[in-house]
């Protein structure tokens, strides 16, 4: 699935490791971070997390892109924050924003989707006991990455249907021949799933 | 042995009331088995009636003494069906994972499966292709992968509903080829006529009738007529 | 009370088949309407992307059950690493961002317009079905977005919706987008949405 996931190959510890440890590890850090005061203590942490991806040799182009679409959002809380607390409290705040960011995208960049969805699974099999059946959890997830790039296929096939007849995008009409066409796919879909045993 | 009887079809109420299937009397059990008709002939729904995914209106299908209604789930497992379009069949985001599906009504799950998935994945020539996205195969391997997913799981019988129609001519061949090397008994839904060279009978269906049962010859023959 | 003429899609049978493979496919839609080139408004920052309004749709196209599993189900995949959020945007790091109270309250705004929607049941009307997307497209969404900066962005409530402010304009668009849509849609697809009289929760459920 790699053509279709944020994953980087790589053989680094990081990439080794299992994924419910690194995900296990993102919880601890982001407990970690609610309890950081000072802006030292979340630029050491920072500086933590950076050594992550050298240590998963990712470069530093890699880093500013997991950033750069928050910073919007950065410049107006570090605004809001400085005028209302401080300089220390503004960098306190964004720096744990960018730690969290930057160490969910290291977890995400570093683990295979088939992996982190095996790790999923597996952590919903002590809900067993509430109705939850793992492996219906697995099929869904399956199921939905499977349709995802047919339905991306459709999206194509209506805009391409709307230009060659000349139609300047229209939000709607668009809106109501993507969904009406994939919800006759899902009826097929549907009949396939049934045609195959899904009621085994 | 298929046994269809009385059987009618019939979609909506009131003015929307549309009859697909009018009376259809047959009984299936020759090796080959073609079926041809034009567009909204009620072949597709034929079809479907054959493994319970649509259920008889009145009359009944029974698929070797099983009831399509109440054991559908048995003879689901006794009649595979391969779609038209190849993308609402293949349910899983890989090439191994969608073979593999099939195998879990079987109780084949996870490495216990890899061993015949490879097998069949060799026999139809898509070893190379195993851990590849399954969107990313042409029109042609995703029918490959279709049937080759149906097939895993043995079934007696294989409906095909118009296997060939989105593919050209070359990949229409090779599915063909497929099919005609088979053990299993085959029902096979389509327009390309010269695929049913060497089949057994061939049943022709207009405007929701079984209007002709014959070998080959003499249904293509009517078949092209009440075309004409 | 007579209903609708059973067609084999609804049989009971059919259900949990049907459902699974309609949360499935919808997961997609959600996507691909993130896809949409933003449409950059002139004077604004940040383009408008039809992806919230596929949340929106969920709800009013599925109902409430199968559009909140279709949400958390694309949020799923998010989390998993797939680049599916607008943008092309994804992973967990998303869900730490000072924008992830949207994503957060995602599911329950489906489930919400979902809900709604299915009460008020077949024709889908344009002057219930508006003020539905917009209380959960809007009124319950920014709730959501409001709460996500205040909570990872230390912001109070004024600078929060502040902050947020410039995306209304473009979200009341699509909410009336969204209704013209489901509309179009429920007039396509006429077994979706439950015929019923005034009182009767006949939302389709999955085993």
């Known amino acids: 699935m790699t053509d279709l ?27 970690v971070t609610i309890w950081l005061q000072s802006a030292w203590q979340v630029g050491a942490v920072l500086a933590l997390v950076l050594v992550g991806y050298a240590v998963a040799g990712i470069g530093p182009s890699l880093v500013a892109r997991q950033v750069r679409p928050l910073l919007w959002f950065l410049v107006v809380i570090a605004g809001v924050q400085v005028w209302t607390s401080g300089w220390q409290m503004a960098l306190t705040v964004v720096g744990t924003i960018v730690v969290l960011v930057l160490a969910a995208a290291l977890v ?4 295979r989707t088939t992996a982190m969805a095996d790790a999923v699974v597996a952590a919903c099999r002590p809900l067993r006991v509430v109705g939850v059946d793992p492996e219906r959890v697995g099929l869904m997830i399956a199921l939905a990455m499977r349709s995802v790039p047919v339905v991306v296929g459709i999206a194509q096939d209506v805009r391409d249907a709307q230009r060659a007849r000349g139609v300047r995008f229209a939000p709607q009409a668009y809106g109501v021949a993507l969904v009406v066409r994939s919800l ?8 396939a799933l049934l045609a195959r045993g899904l009621d085994d | ?5 009385g059987v009618s079809q019939v979609y909506g109420a009131g003015a929307a009331r549309r009859t697909v299937l009018d009376g ?4 299936l059990s020759e090796h080959r088995i073609g079926v041809v008709g034009s567009n909204g002939s009620g072949k597709s729904t034929f079809a479907r009636l054959l493994n319970g995914l649509v259920e008889p209106t009145r009359g009944t299908v029974t698929v070797d ?11 689901r497992q006794k009649v595979g069906f391969c779609f038209t379009d190849p993308d609402s069949q293949i ?3 890989t090439v191994r994972e969608d073979v593999a599906f099939g195998l879990r009504r079987k109780g084949l799950r996870g490495a216990a499966a890899d061993p015949v998935v490879d097998d069949a994945l060799a026999r139809f020539g898509l070893s190379a292709l195993a851990d590849s996205p399954a969107h990313t195969l042409s029109g042609g391997e995703k029918q490959l992968l279709a049937l080759c997913s149906v097939l895993i799981t043995e079934p007696d019988v294989l409906v095909l509903d118009e296997p060939t129609t989105l593919l050209d001519l070359r990949n229409a061949r090779r599915i063909g080829d497929v099919v005609a090397s088979l053990p299993q008994q085959v029902l096979l839904v389509t327009h390309q006529l010269d695929l049913l060279a060497g089949f057994d009978r061939v049943l022709v269906f207009d405007e929701g009738r079984l209007v002709h049962d014959d070998a080959p010859a003499g249904a293509v023959d009517h078949y092209r007529r009440l075309m004409a | 009370m007579p209903t609708a003429p059973t067609t084999d899609a609804v049989r009971p049978s059919r259900r949990p088949a049907r459902d699974l493979a309609l949360v499935a496919v919808f997961v997609g839609v959600i996507a691909a309407l993130g896809l949409v080139p933003g449409l950059q408004v002139p004077g604004f920052a940040v383009p408008i992307t039809l992806q919230s309004m596929g949340v929106v749709l969920a709800g009013a196209v599925l109902g409430g059950r199968r559009g909140f599993l279709s949400v958390v189900l694309f949020l799923g995949l998010v989390a998993l690493g797939l680049p599916l959020l607008a943008g092309g945007r994804g992973g967990l790091s998303w869900f730490a961002s000072p924008s992830a109270g949207f994503l957060y309250v995602w599911p329950f705004v489906a489930l919400l317009v979902g809900w709604l929607t299915y009460r008020m049941g077949a024709p889908y009307k344009l002057r219930w079905g508006i003020p539905i997307n917009v209380l959960g497209g809007m009124v319950l969404m920014y709730l959501g977005g ?5 909570v990872f962005g230390k912001l109070g409530f004024s600078a929060a919706f502040a902050a947020l402010a410039i995306y209304l304009p473009g979200d009341a668009v699509k909410m009336v987008v969204a209704a013209l849509v489901a509309r179009g849609v429920h007039a396509a697809m006429p077994d979706l949405l439950p015929v019923h009289e005034p009182v009767d929760d006949a939302e389709p459920v999955a085993a």
Not at chain 1, 22 to 31: C, D, N, R, V
Not at chain 1, 184 to 191: I, N, P, S, Y
Not at chain 2, 1 to 5: F, G, L
Not at chain 2, 24 to 27: G, K, P, R, S
């Open chain 1, 184 to 191: 006759r796919q899902a009826t097929a879909l549907g009949d």
């Open chain 2, 91 to 93: 349910v899983m985001p």
């Open chain 2, 24 to 27: 259809v009397e047959v009984t």
């Open chain 3, 146 to 150: 409001v709460a996500g900066l205040m």
């Open chain 2, 1 to 5: 042995m298929i046994e269809v009887s």
């Open chain 1, 108 to 111: 995400t960049l570093t683990t």
């Open chain 2, 65 to 75: 003494g099983l009831d399509t209604v109440r054991e559908g789930r048995a003879v």
């Open chain 1, 5 to 31: 996931s944020l994953f980087v190959p790589g053989t680094s510890l990081l990439h080794r490791l299992p994924a419910g440890a690194k995900l296990l590890g993102l919880l601890a850090l982001s407990i």
